[in-house]
C-alpha cells in the first residue's frame, strides 16, 4: 500500500461535493489520514486547523474520546435495524434528551439521515397536514432570497441561491422568494442592533398577496449561512411567528447549521422567544460523526395525521437509515458532553476572545467591509471599497484566493464568496484560535496587497 499515490488514485475516481473538478488540476486533494481535536493531519504529516468545523458539523473535535466510546460500545450491540414498527433505546433516550431543550411545543420527532432528507419531510409535513386539516388550497411555500436548505429538489426549491439552483429551475417547485434581511446592506439604512426589521415589510407585503395559499414558511433562523453567515435580528423571527398565526401558517425553522450552541445558544429560535411549528437538526446532532437528521413537530401537527389506517392519513415518508443507533448514540454523547462540561457557558466566553482578537487583527484593514458575528460563528465580509461596500469582481475569485493561500499555511478556511468565515469546534482552545486569526490575516494581506 507504500507505493500508491493517493491523490492520483482520488482524481481517477472521486468526483468531489460543490466543486469545479477542474480546479484540482491546481489544487489537488489533500489526503487526510486522521483527525483531533480542531486538527486535521495529511497523509503527509501537515496539519491544519479545522476552523470551519468541516462544513459546520464538528461540534467537539475530532476524534472526541467520549464520542467515540459511545460509537464503539453501541456496535458491539447493534449497528442498524428497520424503523417502521421497531424501535430501540438509543433513539428513545436521545428523543428523551432532546425535548428538554427544543423549542416549547416541538415534541414529536421523525428522524432521517442528512439535512436535506429532514427539510424534504419537513415540506411534506406541512403539505399534508394542510390537506388533512380542509386547507386543500395551501400548497405553496415562501422562503427567503439567499436562502439554502439543501439540494435535493424540495430543499433546492426553498432556495434562493443561484450558485446551486439556477440550472435546476425548470425542475423546481413554485415556490415565493421574499427579500430577505441583509443588514450590512441594508435598504433602510438601518442596523441590526437598532432596528425595528423595517425589511419586515416585505414579507408583509409577500403574505398579502399570498398569504391564503401559503403552506408553510421556512427559514434559517438568524444567520444565512451559504449566503455568507448573513446575520439578522431576532425581532424579525418575532415578527413572522405572528404573521404565520394571522395568516394559518406554518413556521419551518431549518437549524441544521444553527442548531446545537453555533449562535451562542442551544437554537437560534431561543432568542426570539418564540417557537416554530416544525424544526429540522442535523450536522452538530450527532457531532459531526453520523449521517443523522430529524425534523420535529408539534402535537398539534402529528394528530392530523392520526387515524385509521383506511382514512390514508399516515405520513408514508421514510428513509432506510431512520434512526440508526450509531448515530443516535453519538447525539446521545453530545448531549451529555453539552450538559456535563458545561460547553456553551465556556463557547460564549471563547466567543467574546474570537471575535475582539479578529476586529483587533482585521477591523481596520481597508478590505474589511464587516466582521459580523454570533456565538463562535464570525464572518469577515471582504469588499473592495469599504466606504461603498462595493463587492470585487466576482470572477476574480478573491475568497477562493485566500482559501488556497490558507492551505498552505495549515489553515482550513473555506470561502463564501468573498466572505471568510470561522466556526470552529465549540470546545476549541484559545492558543488555536490566536494561531487561526494569525494565520487568516497573514493570509488576507498577502493575496490582497
Not at 483531533?36 to 493531519?41: A, E, I, Q, V
Not at 432570497?145 to 429551475?169: C, F, N, P
Not at 434581511?181 to 425589511?199: A, I, L, M, T, V
Not at 398565526?245 to 437554537?267: P, W
Request: aromatic residues 10%.
Amino acid at each position: 500500500m507504500n507505493n500508491i499515490n493517493w491523490i492520483e488514485e482520488d482524481l481517477k475516481y472521486i468526483w468531489h461535493p460543490c466543486s469545479q473538478m477542474k480546479d484540482y488540476e491546481e489544487l489537488k486533494p489533500i489526503v487526510i489520514d486522521h483527525g483531533k481535536g480542531s486538527y486535521l493531519y495529511d497523509i503527509d504529516g501537515k496539519e491544519y486547523i479545522d476552523i470551519i468545523s468541516s462544513w459546520w458539523c464538528n461540534l467537539l473535535g475530532h476524534a472526541n474520546p467520549k464520542i467515540n466510546a459511545a460509537i464503539k460500545n453501541q456496535l458491539d450491540s447493534l449497528e442498524h435495524v428497520i424503523f417502521a414498527n421497531l424501535s430501540h433505546k438509543p433513539a428513545i433516550e436521545l428523543c428523551r434528551e432532546l425535548i428538554k431543550i427544543v423549542p416549547k411545543g416541538l415534541c414529536k420527532f421523525n428522524f432521517s439521515d442528512n439535512g436535506s432528507a429532514s427539510v424534504e419531510c419537513a415540506l411534506k409535513v406541512a403539505f399534508q397536514y394542510h390537506y388533512q386539516t380542509g386547507h386543500p388550497e395551501k400548497q405553496r411555500f415562501m422562503c427567503l432570497s439567499e436562502g439554502y436548505h439543501g439540494e435535493t429538489i424540495g430543499a433546492l426549491s426553498v432556495g434562493s441561491m443561484d450558485l446551486y439552483a439556477k440550472i435546476y429551475k425548470p425542475m423546481l417547485m413554485k415556490t415565493v422568494h421574499t427579500q430577505a434581511p441583509d443588514c450590512y446592506r441594508c435598504p433602510f439604512g438601518q442596523n441590526r442592533e437598532s432596528c425595528k426589521c423595517e425589511c419586515f415589510k416585505f414579507a408583509e407585503d409577500d403574505f398579502a398577496r399570498h398569504g391564503k395559499e401559503l403552506a408553510a414558511v421556512i427559514v434559517e433562523p438568524l444567520v444565512q449561512g451559504s449566503a455568507g453567515m448573513r446575520i439578522y435580528p431576532p425581532l424579525y423571527l418575532k415578527k413572522l411567528r405572528q404573521l404565520c398565526d394571522e395568516y394559518d401558517v406554518l413556521l419551518i425553522a431549518d437549524e441544521i447549521a444553527t442548531g446545537f450552541g453555533r449562535t451562542g445558544k442551544m437554537f437560534a429560535f431561543d432568542y426570539a422567544g418564540v417557537s416554530p411549528d416544525i424544526m429540522t437538526i442535523s450536522k452538530g446532532l450527532t457531532g459531526g460523526y453520523m449521517p443523522m437528521a430529524i425534523t420535529i413537530t408539534t402535537q398539534k401537527i402529528y394528530d392530523a395525521f392520526y387515524a385509521d389506517y383506511n382514512e390514508g392519513k399516515a405520513f408514508m415518508h421514510s428513509h432506510t437509515y431512520s434512526g440508526n443507533p450509531l448515530g443516535c448514540s453519538a447525539a446521545l454523547a453530545v448531549q451529555k458532553i453539552l450538559r456535563e462540561d458545561n460547553v456553551l457557558a465556556k463557547a460564549n466566553e471563547t466567543a467574546v476572545y474570537l471575535h475582539d482578537s479578529l476586529q483587533n487583527a482585521l477591523g481596520d484593514y481597508k478590505y474589511t467591509g464587516e466582521i459580523r458575528h454570533i456565538g463562535l460563528i464570525n464572518a469577515i465580509e471582504l469588499v473592495k471599497d469599504k466606504d461603498t461596500k462595493e463587492a470585487f469582481d466576482a470572477k476574480a475569485r478573491v475568497g477562493y484566493q485566500i482559501y488556497k493561500k490558507a492551505l498552505t499555511k495549515g489553515l482550513l478556511l473555506r470561502s463564501l464568496g468573498d466572505v471568510l468565515y470561522f466556526n470552529p469546534p465549540l470546545n476549541i482552545e484559545r492558543q488555536t484560535l490566536d494561531k487561526a486569526v494569525q494565520l487568516c490575516t497573514e493570509a488576507i494581506k498577502e493575496i490582497l496587497d
